[in-house]
């Protein structure tokens, strides 16, 4: 049978990467529900495309607009977070991609584990802010959670091929960004378009300008604890300037397993969506002769302190990864806007989580709160 597919994040750069895979594999599957922030146009032609059951547009303001660009359809539309928050529990769904950026994903995939769906994530922000509840539920609901980032991805493929034994160490791979081989005082006056620059992967602007700082590589830590149940210690960053190998998993008795592949989102996309097949995708192979070598560096701390921020986040547990999540939300979006410099970003972070209250063992409505209390406090900063 078709796997009936819900894309929240449709019009985003893994959302429409996703469509790619899904046009691939039109024998597996089939769109059921499409959901986007904004981009009304897209959406709809998404929604003709695939013939989807439902579209919703998350800005309520704009039901009208996509209302109108689907007249003559039978696709149902519809508009809000609640709405999404229906829709992903239908039982005409099998498996949800949660592609929103930000914290905006998190209220939808809970949604969705509650009503027992397989959840592709590729929205990291939701275990980094609730990743202990988020898990919790997921068992609670037998809930498979398979990760779409290439470097989850990795490390998942690498514990399924030594499966029963233990791993010892999770090494996690960064490109190091654009500011890799920039000292700490260029990259003070680095501009917008320098930090956007990002010389293996074509991103969406937030999760570029978090590979600039290095607090994606921070945010992926703790989605690595809360994915594979390991401690922060058990997590070695290591900066890999080709992004050929996208993680490593070394076990107990010290060999190590690698997934390598091409700097390509459609191959991490298209294993969580068609698990446990291999579909082909691209169907380009290394050609090992060509790359000749393979680079690996510590990562510069001094110049990346966003990744400190996260590890320290990731050690005390509670709230505070939530607060630093929040607070380098509304940092980065100042940044893009131009109202701030590149190092007021972990400089904000940084103030929020040493000002705000600190809770040990944070409720779902304690999560809610503080990231609306953050929200607000880094923006007075600002």
């Not at 959406?43 to 800005?59: H, K, S, T, V, Y």
């Not at 500011?179 to 378009?193: L, N, Q, S, Y």
């Not at 700082?213 to 890999?240: C, P, R, S, Y």
């Not at 300037?241 to 076990?251: G, N, R």
Request: aromatic share 6%; hydrophobic share 45%; proline share 4%.
């Amino acid at each position: 049978m078709k796997r009936r597919i819900a894309i929240l994040g449709s019009t985003g750069s893994i959302g429409t990467q996703a469509l790619d895979v899904v046009r691939k594999n039109p024998d597996l599957f089939e769109v059921e529900l499409l959901v986007a922030g904004n981009n009304t146009k897209l959406l709809a032609a998404q929604a003709r495309e695939f013939d989807a059951n439902m579209a919703i547009i998350g800005n309520e303001a704009k039901y009208e607009e996509l209302k109108t660009l689907l007249e003559g359809t039978s696709i149902k539309v519809f508009a809000g977070e609640e709405s999404i928050c229906d829709a992903v529990g239908m039982e005409s769904i099998d498996i949800v991609l949660t592609a929103m950026v930000g914290f905006a994903g998190l209220s939808s995939t809970v949604a969705a584990i509650k009503a027992g769906k397989a959840i592709a994530l590729a929205n990291k922000e939701t275990l980094v802010a609730a990743g202990s509840i988020v898990m919790s539920l997921a068992l609670e609901n037998k809930c498979p959670i398979l990760p779409v980032d290439s470097e989850h991805s990795a490390i998942f493929q690498c514990l399924e091929g030594s499966r029963g034994n233990n791993l010892k160490k999770i090494l996690l791979t960064a490109s190091g960004g654009p500011f890799r081989t920039w000292d700490k005082e260029k990259i003070a006056k680095c501009t917008v378009a320098d930090a956007l620059a990002h010389p293996n992967w074509s991103m969406g602007n937030k999760i570029t300008i978090d590979s600039a700082t290095m607090m994606n590589k921070g945010l992926e830590v703790i989605e690595a604890v809360h994915l594979f149940g390991v401690g922060v210690e058990q997590i070695e960053v290591l900066v890999h300037p080709q992004s050929i190998i996208h993680s490593m998993v070394e076990y107990d008795d010290s060999v190590v397993v690698a997934q390598l592949g091409h700097p390509n989102m459609r191959e991490p996309i298209s294993y969580a969506l068609c698990y446990p097949q291999r579909r082909p995708v691209s169907g380009q192979s290394l050609n090992f002769t060509a790359l000749g070598h393979l680079d690996f560096y510590a990562p510069d701390m001094d110049k990346f302190p966003c990744l400190a921020l996260a590890r320290e986040a990731a050690l005390k547990k509670g709230n505070l990864p939530c607060i630093m999540n929040a607070a380098n939300e509304v940092a980065v979006a100042a940044f893009l806007s131009e109202k701030i410099g590149f190092y007021d970003i972990p400089r904000l972070v940084e103030k929020a989580m040493n000002t705000l209250t600190f809770v040990e063992n944070p409720s779902l409505e304690d999560i809610f709160s503080c990231n609306k209390e953050t929200l607000e406090f880094t923006r007075s900063l600002i």
